[in-house]
């Protein structure tokens, strides 16, 4: 199509590259903890226990912060397909566009309906309405994420489209939807959301326990999201392994970057199997400078198999090369904090089998709280890693094998896509940093013990009405904004 | 665009449903977000600390789901007419880019007032600013796009002009007309919102005068302005049916003495309506005149509807959607209706 100085290509990738990696902090943690408030509040409507309400209403306010970043982080997505990228929207509109058509249609417009009632509906609607609401939210979080997922895996593997006159005409949607990608891909990014919501929750409830603040009550949400991680943690780990082999099956040069993976056979003729734990790769060689390998792990990790032949770079064109050095470490990294994470859900499972999952018991395991507490952190590292290699391991292509990222950029100027950078910087960061600020501060004042439970069905009440301007009547108290 | 013209051949109606349902989408999104950045810019002349927070709280449970429907507008231009979307927001890049930094203060400092202490000034004052940012660059958009763009004649074909195209005295001047339309809904809804005692109330009256008055002179001239520079609006406005548009004017002068009747009776919620009649009536005079162009000039909604099998593949998901979108909005809106008070915003600690 047109040719683009590279300045302006790497600058567009960049632009696009930051705000994709600030917005993908919220959103995994929106569906992973309004699943977990789901839970608790039906826990709550179902055993009648103020200490389930409680949690939900703390955790809700997390909830809020979160979800408020998430919105302003990802207007700014949806546009800059069309900005940055405008030439690929146009030709890929005919499949990518509808798919992101339906996901503002389908999922964030209904989320939207929802997540009003669900934080400021307490007490104006009736109990089951507001879980009703709290499903809602939780659901169409998972349908935008599928939508997202769908629309990025076809770039991964584009099937049931040809290109026509420079258009993606779609041939067969099942197989567009339902491509070899997606399959593996989206229950991997579900599973990340809520391996990151139940960390979230029980890493806060650690801190809160080992503090000595109000320990029963956050040994409940420690138990619940322990338990659930015992399953879901290993759960990952796997959907991490069928991941990896479909991105062998269909897109090995990819793999191949992924694992440092140059030479296909030995200098002997064998199939090279060996899996690079650390090496120093050199793109203009094309080969490692320096490497550690295990022999038979890789064919074992990508075919199951002890000794196959897994295809490296030098089976892939020079200029259909991906870089080599950030996927790789991305991808270990990502790995490594997968790994950890199994590791402390089944110290947790295996500290609650020998029945020390008491307050007394855990306070008497610092070590523990305080993995379980780091352990906060790593899959907001392992989200990062694992976008960073999915999406450099693509390159040069935006579409795979059919359109060049080089293709798909919109001629922009220099300075107007440094504008941009600088400004996203500033707001973006604006927005990160706020947001941990509120949630150390929301996390520092715990939860609130005092006010009335709430009862439901009060329409009377104004949203935000001081309780006092009514409560003479012996109306209840509690209609208050919480966020 | 010949070629691109025969993919989409046929469907020629569900391309202009969708047309109008994009058009239904912007104008609910200025409607319902016009009043809710309307307020933001009334705090920043007229609210001190406390009431700044009231007028956040008042929104609070709403707009998000207010702004989401520039969301789905963006999304369904996307779906359904991908060709405009890539070369139409790529013209826009610069002032799409201040309207996403001004939408991204104003939410934050939505979320973040609530919580803060020390920096409460500060996210109210984001609160403001954000709300001003991103009406007027939102006009500044809608200027631009009425001006139309150069387009290459590529197979696909592309926007081929530069970054700053989009300014003109004209786009700025759309800027400044949406500030102000924008400050009158926002003086009407605070009045819809607020209890009649309180003192925001009483300065949202002040200042709904003041902008109902400046709100006509800048429209109307945005008006004359636009029938003078654009040949397609003239030819139109004063074609085959001149008749058609004159009437629309009629109504809407009707329906603005209407509103200023209600608004000095203090039948606040009715002026609210009014209001919303008016701007969907310009909206969809301005639609009917564009006819057929999408941009003006530059797309015809044929020309940048996606090919035809995708498109009804759009239809046949999302057409039943709509309204339930629309139901489960109303009752949310319905539930937050109460009128509220100053201290609101303070309520919650
Ligand atoms: C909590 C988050 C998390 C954790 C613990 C893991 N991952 Fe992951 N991974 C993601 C979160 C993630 C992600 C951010 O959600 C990605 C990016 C896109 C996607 O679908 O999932 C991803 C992508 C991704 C890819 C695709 C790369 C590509 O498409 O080019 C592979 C092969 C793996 N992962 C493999 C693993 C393995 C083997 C793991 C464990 C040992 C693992 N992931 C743990
Ligand atoms: C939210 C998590 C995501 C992160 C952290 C992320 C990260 C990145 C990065 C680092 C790049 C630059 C790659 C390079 O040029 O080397 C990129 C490019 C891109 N990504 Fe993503 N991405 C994310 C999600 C998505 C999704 C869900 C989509 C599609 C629906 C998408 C579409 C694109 C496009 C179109 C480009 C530009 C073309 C390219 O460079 O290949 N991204 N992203
Ligand atoms: C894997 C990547 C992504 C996932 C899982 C995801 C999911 C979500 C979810 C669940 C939300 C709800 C709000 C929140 O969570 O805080 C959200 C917000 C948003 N996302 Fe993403 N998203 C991803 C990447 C993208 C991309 C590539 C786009 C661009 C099309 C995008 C556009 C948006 C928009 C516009 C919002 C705000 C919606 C609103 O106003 O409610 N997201 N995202």
Do not use: C
């Not at chain 2, 973040?112 to 409460?120: E, G, N, V």
């Not at chain 2, 003192?199 to 800048?218: S, V």
Request: charge should be negative; hydrophobic fraction near 50%; proline fraction near 4%.
């Amino acid at each position: 199509m047109t040719d683009s100085s590279s300045l302006m290509v790497d600058l567009a990738r960049l632009d696009f590259s930051w705000i994709s990696t600030m917005h993908i902090l919220y959103p995994p943690l929106t569906i992973g903890l309004a699943s977990f408030l789901l839970f608790s509040e039906w826990r709550w409507l179902k055993t009648n226990s103020e200490e389930w309400y409680r949690l939900t209403r703390f955790f809700e306010k997390l909830f809020v912060i979160n979800f408020g970043a998430g919105v302003a982080t990802g207007v700014t997505m949806e546009m800059a397909f069309g900005i940055l990228f405008g030439p690929f929207s146009q030709a890929a509109g005919p499949f990518f566009g509808n798919i992101l058509g339906y996901e503002t249609i389908t999922a964030f417009m209904y989320e939207a309906g929802f997540i009003g009632l669900m934080i400021f509906g307490w007490g104006k609607i009736s109990k089951r309405m507001h879980l009703f609401a709290t499903f809602n939210v939780a659901f169409s979080s998972m349908l935008s994420a599928m939508w997202i997922l769908v629309a990025n895996s076809w770039m991964q593997s584009p099937t049931g489209v040809h290109l026509e006159r420079g258009l993606f005409l779609v041939d067969d949607w099942t197989k567009a939807i339902f491509n070899p990608n997606f399959m593996t891909g989206f229950p991997h990014m579900l599973i990340a959301a809520f391996e990151i919501g139940l960390f979230f929750v029980a890493g806060i409830s650690a801190w809160m326990i080992l503090k000595n603040r109000h320990p029963q009550l956050f040994l409940r949400s420690l138990t619940a999201a322990m338990l659930a991680l015992v399953i879901v943690a290993p759960l990952q780990v796997w959907m991490g392994d069928e991941l990896g082999r479909t991105v062998a099956a269909h897109d090995p040069a990819a793999l191949a970057a992924m694992e440092g993976h140059w030479h296909t056979y030995n200098a002997d003729g064998s199939p090279n199997t060996s899996w690079n734990l650390i090496a120093w790769p050199n793109e203009a060689k094309g080969t490692n400078d320096f490497q550690i390998g295990i022999p038979h792990v890789l064919s074992l990790l990508e075919d199951h198999q002890w000794e196959s032949v897994v295809p490296g770079l030098d089976q892939v064109k020079p200029e259909d090369r991906p870089p080599v050095l950030a996927p790789f470490y991305a991808f270990r990294i990502m790995v490594a904090a997968g790994g950890i994470l199994m590791l402390v859900a089944l110290w947790a499972g295996w500290l609650k089998w020998r029945g020390e999952f008491s307050v007394a018991g855990l306070q008497r395991r610092p070590w523990f709280m305080r993995a379980v507490i780091f352990s906060a952190i790593l899959p907001y590292v392992a989200i990062w890693t694992g976008w960073w290699t999915r999406e450099i391991a693509r390159q040069p292509w935006i579409v795979h094998g059919l359109m060049r990222t080089s293709e798909g950029v919109s001629q922009m100027s220099i300075g107007a896509e440094i504008a941009w950078f600088i400004g996203f910087v500033v707001f973006d960061l604006l927005v990160w940093i706020g947001a941990w600020y509120f949630f150390a501060k929301v996390v520092r004042k715990g939860p609130d013990l005092e006010s009335p439970v709430v009862d439901g069905d009060n329409p009377e009440l104004g949203l935000g009405e001081l309780p006092d301007a009514t409560a003479a009547e012996g109306r209840p108290l509690f209609v208050r904004p919480t966020a | 665009m010949e070629h691109i013209m025969t993919i989409t051949h046929g469907y020629q109606w569900l391309t202009v449903i969708w047309w109008l349902l994009i058009g239904l989408f912007v104008v609910l999104y200025i409607i319902l977000d016009g009043a809710d950045l309307g307020s933001g810019v009334f705090s920043l002349f007229h609210a001190d600390h406390e009431e700044r927070g009231a007028i956040m709280a008042s929104m609070a449970g709403t707009w998000d789901a207010n702004e989401t429907w520039l969301v789905v507008a963006g999304g369904a231009i996307f779906g359904t007419f991908p060709l405009a979307y890539g070369s139409l927001f790529h013209y826009l890049m610069i002032p799409l880019m201040v309207t996403l930094w001004g939408i991204i203060l104003r939410a934050v400092s939505l979320e973040f007032h609530h919580h803060a202490d020390r920096s409460k000034s500060f996210w109210g004052w984001g609160f403001g600013v954000g709300s001003l940012v991103t009406t007027f660059s939102a006009g500044v958009s809608l200027g631009a796009f009425l001006q139309g763009f150069s387009m290459s004649n590529g197979e696909v074909p592309t926007f081929n002009g530069g970054a700053l195209d989009f300014l003109t005295p004209f786009s700025l001047w759309t800027g400044v007309t949406a500030s102000i339309a924008a400050s009158l809904a926002g003086g009407v809804y605070l009045r819809a919102r607020f209890d009649r005692d309180s003192e925001i109330y009483a300065k949202a009256l002040g200042w709904t005068n003041w902008m109902f008055f400046l709100g006509l002179i800048a429209i109307v001239s945005t008006v004359l302005w636009t029938a003078w520079q654009f040949p397609w609006a003239r030819a139109r406005w004063f074609g085959e049916y001149m008749w058609a548009y004159g009437l629309a004017g009629a109504v809407v002068l009707g329906a603005t003495w209407e509103m200023r009747r209600a608004s000095r009776e203090q039948r606040d919620v009715s002026a609210m309506l009014w209001l919303g009649t008016i701007v969907f009536i310009n909206f969809g005079t301005m639609m009917a005149t564009l006819y057929p162009w999408f941009v003006p000039g530059t797309l015809t909604i044929y020309d940048a509807a996606n090919p035809s099998n995708s498109l009804s593949a759009f239809s046949y998901a999302m057409l039943g959607f709509v309204p339930v979108m629309l139901s489960y909005n109303f009752y949310q809106a319905w539930v937050f209706r109460a009128r509220l008070h100053k201290l609101a915003g303070y309520a919650a600690h």
